[in-house]
DNA sequence: ACCATTTGACCTGA
DNA sequence: TCAGGTCAAATGGT
């Protein structure tokens, strides 16, 4: 239960703006005529504004609580103290939930975590936006549905502050077939034509082979995402908006169809 | 050698 | 103390 502080109060009203302003954003990116590029600009900006004032007011939330649990804390450490808690609060509700039968919902998203969950015959896996080396800090909580195995949970946490043109960029012929979007407009960039199924599969390869360049120009590393703390690389998933192939459902996940996507560098797709 | 993926360890909130 | 979320070393593939 939220309680009612002038600060979740803020955040409340602040997250109801940013959705507001995202749903403004895809209203004129979808308008046709197309809007002028002037208008959508102000969209994102407001939209970028929100995000600001709600990392802002989170973090100093975050900030707040820390102190409090450790009063010997000081200035002494101030990266420390500025940084917004990486970890998410447990049980910190999903800016949106979806039921999808597909995990593809258009963006690209890097795996960073899978975990067997207390009464859960599957694992939960974690995604965070492919883009969050620039700042972007949507992340996503994936699990099959426990009623309908065939189906996926989905919980997106964050928004893209990337802008979402990179994330987007492979789903935009892809109609809007995701449940409950909710007020928030992400969910239309979900879309998943589940009736393509596995005939993508032949496809894929094509797509792959002229997806795959290996042109990776001076400095392009500040677009390979890494962890601030370590130059290891991590798992990046790229999602073209498939279903799981008939077959692949039995057992864990469908996680074949996972490995053939991921065999897709997203370097290359950032080119 | 480089890059992607896996998975056990670690951290933190409840 | 436990369970969920994240990190990062180890491993495998190209």
């Known amino acids: 239960m939220a309680l009612a502080t002038p600060t ?16 403004l954003r895809d209203l004129l990116r979808a308008a046709s005529p197309p809007v002028q590029a002037e208008h959508q600009a102000l969209a994102a ?5 929100c995000d600001r004032v709600i990392a802002a007011v989170s973090a100093g939330a975050a900030d707040k ?11 002494c450490h101030p990266p420390m103290a500025a940084m917004p808690s990486k970890r998410r609060v447990r049980g910190a509700e999903a800016h949106r939930e979806v039921h999808a039968d597909t995990t593809a919902d258009g963006f690209v998203w890097r795996k960073y975590g899978q975990k067997d969950i207390n009464g859960s015959n599957h694992p939960r896996l974690y995604y965070r936006c492919a883009l969050s080396g620039e700042g972007c800090r949507a992340t996503r909580r994936v699990q099959r549905s426990q009623e309908e195995p065939a189906a996926f949970v989905i919980a ?5 502050t990337c802008g979402a043109a990179l994330c987007q960029q492979r789903a935009e012929p892809l109609p809007p077939t995701v449940v ?7 969910g239309v960039f979900g879309a998943v034509d589940r009736n393509r199924g596995s005939p993508l599969l032949p496809s894929l390869g094509a797509e792959q082979g002229a997806v795959r360049r290996h042109v990776e120009a001076p400095g392009d590393t500040s677009r390979r995402w890494s962890s601030p703390s370590s130059s290891s690389s991590y798992s990046s998933e790229v999602e073209l908006g498939a279903s799981p192939v008939e077959g692949f459902l039995d057992g ?3 996680w074949e169809w996972e490995t053939v996507v991921n065999s897709l560098s997203f370097r290359d797709l950032l080119h």
């Open 65 to 75: 609580k820390r102190k409090a649990a450790d009063p010997g804390a000081t200035s």
């Open 45 to 49: 900006e407001i939209l970028r504004c």
């Open 180 to 186: 409950d979007s909710g007020s928030n407009a992400w």
């Open 252 to 254: 864990n996940f469908d």
């Open 156 to 160: 997106y946490y964050g928004e893209h």
């Open 8 to 23: 979740a109060v803020v955040l409340e009203l602040m997250t109801m703006g940013q959705q507001s302003a995202a749903h």
